[in-house]
Every structure is written in C-alpha cells, then in structure tokens.
C-alpha cells in the first residue's frame, strides 16, 4: 500500500518512514497541508496518515477540503491531540482512525493495515486466492500451505495485484503503486521484478496475464 504522510516533525516523520518502508510499504512525506494538497492533485495513495498541528492549513481543514471534494481515501489522524472533543472532531469531518501520540510503531501499522482491509471489503486481514495466501502483517506468502521466499519488491508487486484482481494495470499504474518520488526506477525494473514473481508464484491458483498493448491483469484460476 502506498502511503502519504502529513507530518511536520521532521524525526517523527524519518522514523514513520523508515519503519514503513523496512516492512515493504512506499511511503512519501510531506511536511505541510498546503504540500499535500499539490501532490494529490496528481498522485492517488491508499491511506493518508495525517497531523493536525501543522504550520498553515491545519489538518481538520485539509481533511475537510479532501472530503468536500469527494476524496475517499481512508485517514488516520496521527496527533498529540488527546481530548474527546478533538477525536469527535476528526472522526465527523471523515478521519476513518485517529491514534495519539506518543504510539507504538506496531500499532500505528495495525490500524493502517485495518483500514485497507476495511476499504477493500475484507473481514480477514489474510488475503486468499485458491491455494495462495498473503499474510499482510508478517508480509509472508503461503502456496498450498508452504512459505515462499519473495523479496520486498516482490511482496509490494504481489501486494498491488492482489489489490487490482481482474483489472488490466498498465506499467504506469503499478509504477505508482511501487514507489516512492524518491525511488528512480524504469519500466524494465518493473518487468525484471515481475518476470521474477511469475516464477515463485509458479503452481499457485494467481495467474498474472500479460495483455498486450494494454498492460497486466491478475486473476485467480478455480
């Protein structure tokens, strides 16, 4: 899952992202709303972590424009704010989660982890497909009940399917899924990673089509 973090402690924010990406997830920051605004006028994320203390627009008022404006994007509202009447605030101007600091970096990612599955229609955390499981926390995959050793970018690629199942994705849109503004990468890398993926999956009920002229589609064979 791809995250946008809105954050203007410059250590909390290392630290968000650092603890994110050592466990498989692309994560960008920024350091105010104003910042945010301007990158998700082009660039769609699955979950926003948000400040409210922020220098400028502060987070209620983004939050507010986001949802005025129809964004759907789950948010966790990540904040010193402790009182009732800040978190009744959040949560009625859209939050879908608010978490105080200070917090464990472990529960920060359980509550992201319950959001994505609660916007993807899931009750389980564990994602199956025929004989294929994914397990989003521990990020291990499992064919016929046996542990498959994938990479990190194997894992986010597996992860961007299982999320898109019997949708074409062209390189664009799994390039934005993938990485972060700061990662340089080329349409070959992406091929690389998934020529590579195809190979482990190899005798697992997920069958990744390449359709031509248009992109990938994942798609599970009964």
């Known amino acids: 899952m791809r995250i946008l973090l809105i954050e203007d402690n410059v250590e909390l924010a290392d630290a968000v992202a650092e603890y994110f990406r050592h466990h498989g997830h692309p994560l960008d920051w920024v350091s105010s709303a104003e910042q945010a605004e301007k990158v998700l006028a082009y660039q769609s994320f699955e979950l926003l972590i948000l400040d409210i203390n922020l220098p400028g627009k502060d987070g209620y008022q983004l939050l507010k424009a986001l949802r005025r404006q129809g964004n759907q994007v789950p948010v966790l509202v990540l904040t010193a704010r402790a009182e009732i009447d800040d978190r009744v605030s959040a949560l009625d101007l859209g939050a879908d989660d608010y978490l105080v600091k200070p917090f464990d970096f472990r529960e920060l990612a359980a509550r992201t982890r319950a959001l994505l599955r ?105």
């Open 118 to 222: 609660r916007d993807r229609g899931n009750a389980s955390n564990e994602v199956r497909c025929g004989n294929l499981l994914f397990d989003p926390a521990s990020r291990q995959v499992f064919i016929n009940d046996e542990p498959m050793d994938l990479r990190h970018r194997e894992v986010q690629l597996l992860e961007v399917f299982l999320g898109a199942l019997d949708h074409v994705l062209t390189k664009e849109d799994i390039a934005d899924r993938l990485y972060t503004f700061d990662e340089a990468h080329t349409p070959n890398a992406i091929e690389q990673t998934l020529t590579r993926l195809r190979k482990r999956l190899d005798g697992s009920s997920l069958v990744i089509k390449t359709i031509r002229g248009m992109g990938y589609l994942a798609h599970v064979d009964d």
